[in-house]
């Protein structure tokens, strides 16, 4: 699942990474991977749904990401009220894109 293009508030430090690879094994949605120089990088970072588990298990303070706000935050509160995604903020994230 694709979310917003270029909206994501994730930020990734690569000369703050120590290759760990944690971040690769929490994302749910394969947005890092760990490449040849052991060092993480992201796939498609269109594919984050800013949960922030990439963050909070960063070690070593190598990602940062607002996690709930966007998409995610949106649809998590579309399911819960069982409307449409929506964040609260007054946006129109929850609103069909127009052509």
């Not at 796939?43 to 960063?58: Q, R, S, V």
């Amino acid at each position: 699942m694709k979310y917003i293009s270029n909206v994501s508030t994730l930020k990734y430090s690569p000369e703050l990474c120590k290759g760990c690879g944690i971040c690769a094994e929490v994302c749910p949605h394969g947005v890092f991977m760990i490449n040849g120089n052991k060092k993480a990088s992201i796939t498609d970072i269109d594919l984050c749904m800013e949960c922030g588990a990439c963050e909070m298990n960063c070690a070593f303070g190598a990602i940062s990401v607002k996690a709930g706000v966007g998409c995610a935050a949106a649809i998590i509160n579309g399911m819960i009220s069982g409307g449409e995604p929506s964040c609260g903020c007054g946006c129109s994230c929850g609103e069909k894109a127009e052509n």
